[in-house]
T-cell receptor
Framework: SAVISQKPSRDICQRGTSLTIQCQVD?????MFWYRQQPGQSLTLIAT?????????ESGFVIDKFPISRPNLTFSTLTVSNMSPEDSSIYLC???????????FGSGTRLTVV | GNSVTQMEGPVTLSEEAFLTINCTYT??????LFWYVQYPGEGLQLLLK???ADDKGSNKGFEATYRKETTSFHLEKGSVQVSDSAVYFC?????????????WGAGTKLIIKP
């Protein structure tokens, strides 16, 4: 299965600023997902990012707030823009393999907005 | 649509007790089923999975059997340890309708007391 390197692992940011999270995959994958995990909660899908097409955002998430880049089959970034304390969460990227049981997760980015 | 329901936590047990965490699902197709574990301050780890009915996933003493007749995938362990304290997530993926995301349960926090 794929191995994902996610950076940064954690950050403390000032409100109003932006943070870009990177995920590098060690193999080419078509489907990549970005999740948010708020404190004590389950995972919520932000968007699906397939190479060569615009990211597809879930209800409640918009491109202006969470722009996503997917320049090739091994790399993606998620930016959390104009941050507020409510954005304090763990953000995770994930990729899917060729079967519906081959998911891999990055180690997560623990974001605190002050 | 597809959904996952798992028992609410926290679940508090003494060391060496028997563990069951219930998980039931709704799916239109033939999903794969997963249990993920998140230890305090860490990322998500795949604990076990099952890809078809009657399959049993197992890992680290944990087991879960894919029961199509009861649409369940309950997690069990015969004798828990303090080190099993974590949050456990049940999830499914069902690619039948071209929806490639994982569907997550709410998570169950497990606390094991020595």
């Amino acid at each position: 299965s794929a191995v994902i390197s996610q950076k940064p692992s954690r950050d403390i940011c000032q409100r109003g600023t932006s943070l870009t999270i990177q995920c590098q995959v060690d193999s080419q994958v078509t489907m990549m997902f970005w999740y948010r995990q708020q404190p004590g909660q389950s995972l919520t899908l932000i968007a699906t990012a397939n190479q060569g097409s615009e990211a597809t955002y879930e209800s409640g998430f918009v491109i202006d707030k969470f722009p996503i880049s997917r320049p090739n089959l091994t790399f993606s970034t998620l930016t959390v823009s104009n941050m507020s304390p409510e954005d304090s969460s763990i953000y995770l990227c994930s990729v899917a393999g060729t079967e519906n049981y081959g998911y891999t997760f990055g180690s997560g980015t623990r974001l605190t907005v002050v | 649509g597809n959904s996952v329901t798992q028992m609410e936590g926290p679940v508090t047990l003494s060391e060496e007790a028997f563990l069951t965490i219930n998980c039931t699902y709704t799916a239109t197709g033939y999903p794969s089923l997963f249990w993920y574990v998140q230890y305090p301050g860490e990322g998500l780890q795949l604990l076990l999975k099952a890809t078809k009915a009657d399959d049993k996933g197992s890992n680290k003493g944990f087991e879960a059997t894919y029961r199509k007749e009861t649409t369940s995938f309950h997690l069990e362990k015969g004798s828990v340890q303090v080190s099993d304290s974590a949050v456990y997530f049940c999830a499914l993926s069902d690619w039948e309708d071209s929806n490639y995301q994982l569907i997550w349960g709410a998570g169950t926090k497990l606390i094991i007391k020595p």
